[in-house]
């Protein structure tokens, strides 16, 4: 056990104790010897001024209760704590790239630091956890910030919106409510002022942000998650049609373990994999159902049979 460990538990035995603890007790507990013991009370009331003294009629110690409420400093963890929030970390600066890395040096630093002093290298975070982005969109800084800082503060946002359709393009103003990270990509949803209605705004496709003073128009999280993901993906808006999809043998056992949708219905008849799924819009929903090539069938409804058809028999005329 490292040192920060028995601090720690230490600070732990102490705090929640009702008389002064017996060595005895510590040595138990952390599984330590006396002069390890010795060294930590030294290290607390030293180093860190914990108000640690012994009381000699009951042979133990405690904090002095005329001393006030004492918490260790800082951001004080264990060493698996402090593994955990560099792999958290890790897993942002994967998701968006300089995302907060300016205002977290420090904080790494420190974390590194701790870690060393406890035997241990906080190096095998970034050579043990690694996400590889795919497809993803860059999104600067500038961009990133104030759309965060308008969501987080509750305030409105202005800014140009370039359409993938030019006819949806030109300046808009929002009220944010959250910011969703999803298939490797940023997204706002906000109530759009223009469409007087709840929209979805790629935040690579925004630009000239301006944080707004006046306060923004919140919305309900149940209206939130109906428009979010009532149907299939975030695109579509409260589900409105119900596709059901036949996967094959080779397809059907990896299928039967995804999640689609959060109200999915899945059953096995003989071989085969059959799945319920909830949409309104079909164009991301047909790209996956395309992903599994042969291995997948649209039973119904008819529309999506028919949209998915021509799909493939355009790839023909391409190949043919």
Not at 6 to 24: D, G, T
Not at 248 to 255: F, P
Request: hydrophobic share 35%; charged share 25%; net charge negative.
């Amino acid at each position: 056990m490292s040192q920060i460990e028995r601090i720690y538990k230490i600070h732990e035995l102490l705090r929640n104790a009702r008389r002064p603890v017996p060595k005895r007790l510590f040595m138990d507990a952390l599984e330590a010897s006396e002069n390890t013991i010795t060294r930590d009370f030294a290290y607390l009331r030293d180093i860190l001024g914990a108000p640690l003294e012994y009381v000699p009629d009951q042979k133990g110690h405690h904090y002095d209760p005329d001393a006030g409420v004492f918490e260790l400093p800082g951001f004080w963890m264990n060493s698996a704590e402090l593994y955990a929030l560099l792999a958290c970390e890790q897993l942002l600066e994967q998701v968006q790239p300089g995302l907060l890395g300016d205002r977290l040096t420090p904080l790494k630093e420190r974390i590194r630091n701790l870690l060393g002093e406890s035997g241990h290298t906080a190096e095998r975070i970034s050579e043990s956890i690694k996400i590889q982005p795919i497809q993803f969109r860059s999104i600067r800084p500038e961009i990133f910030d104030p759309v965060a800082e308008a969501t987080l503060s509750g305030k409105q946002l202005g800014f140009y919106y370039e359409s993938r359709s030019q006819a949806g393009s030109g300046t808009r103003n929002t009220h944010p409510q959250r910011l969703i990270h999803y298939r490797s990509n940023w997204y706002l949803s906000a109530w759009c002022e223009k469409a007087d209605a709840l929209r979805l705004f790629s935040l690579d496709r925004i630009q000239n942000p301006k944080l707004e003073e006046t306060a923004s128009r919140r919305i309900g999280d149940t209206n939130l998650d109906e428009f979010l993901f009532s149907g299939f993906g975030i695109f579509g808006g409260k589900a409105s049609k119900t596709a059901q999809l036949r996967f094959n043998t080779r397809a059907a056992r990896w299928v039967a373990e995804e999640r689609w949708h959060p109200e999915q219905i899945g059953e096995w008849r003989d071989d085969s994999y059959y799945l319920s799924l909830p949409y309104t819009d079909s164009p991301e929903l047909v790209m996956d159902v395309l992903r599994y090539g042969a291995d997948v069938e649209v039973m119904s409804p008819p529309e999506l049979r028919a949209e998915v058809t021509g799909k493939i028999k355009k790839m023909q005329e391409i190949y043919w």
